[in-house]
Every structure is written in structure tokens, then in C-alpha cells.
């Protein structure tokens, strides 16, 4: 069964970091792009980074710009979101999503979407 799990979620203050992972089973993540979103309360889905099935190729939402870097270890079926210089306006579930061809920041164009994990960015 293919599943996408993320993990690495939690409270952080502002200014501080989080890495985000998100870990594939059931099809070798290498096949694939894979997206970050997330949703805060009240919002739409928001695509904030993504990374070609080689790593070849990334992007950025211009909120995030600077701050988050993506990367993949494929052997490890894992890609990685490292989130510095948080702010309270991170906050929100984090999902990662996998699709079949290259499909930057768009929602719909993802196939696959895990779970998501809390990200809450608060002194």
C-alpha cells in the first residue's frame, strides 16, 4: 500500500528551526516529485517547496524563500524540509505529497498526500 508519513512537527519559537521529513513506503520515492503544502486555519493550501524525482530541481513558494531548503536522500525513501527563522505565521499543518511528473507548487497535480504534520511557531 503506498503511504507518505511526515514527521518532525511540533512547537517552536520564533526565529528557531524545524526539519520536516516525509518517508514514502510501498513505491521507491526516487520515482517521484514530491511536494510541500501546508493549511493554516482558515486558509487554502498553500505549496511552499518542491523537488524533482532526482533532486535536480527545486522551488519555492516567495514566503519561504531563503529561509526553507528541500532535499531528498532516496535511499532512504525520505525527502526533507528544513524550515529556519520560523515565524508565528508559519504555523499550520505541513503535508507532503508525491505526483508522478513534475508538478511544482500545485495542489491537484499530486497524486499521493500524507497525513501532516503541526507546525506552531509561538513564544
Known amino acids: 500500500q503506498l503511504q507518505l508519513v511526515e514527521s518532525g512537527g511540533g512547537l517552536v519559537q520564533p526565529g528557531g528551526s524545524l526539519r520536516l521529513s516525509c518517508t514514502a513506503s510501498?513505491?521507491?520515492?526516487?520515482?517521484?516529485?514530491i511536494g510541500w503544502f501546508r493549511q493554516a486555519p482558515g486558509k487554502e493550501r498553500e505549496g511552499i517547496s518542491c523537488i524533482s524525482n532526482s533532486g535536480g530541481m527545486t522551488n519555492f513558494a516567495r514566503s519561504v524563500r531563503g529561509r526553507f531548503t528541500i532535499s531528498r536522500d532516496n535511499a532512504k525513501n525520505t525527502v526533507y524540509l528544513q524550515m529556519n527563522s520560523l515565524k508565528p505565521e508559519d504555523t499550520a499543518v505541513y503535508y507532503c505529497?508525491?505526483?508522478?511528473?513534475?508538478?511544482?507548487?500545485?495542489?491537484?497535480?499530486?497524486?499521493?498526500w500524507g497525513q501532516g504534520t503541526q507546525v506552531t511557531v509561538s513564544s
Open positions: 505529497a508525491a505526483s508522478h511528473w513534475w508538478s511544482g507548487l500545485v495542489p491537484h497535480q499530486y497524486q499521493y
Open positions: 510501498g513505491f521507491p520515492l526516487g520515482s517521484s516529485a
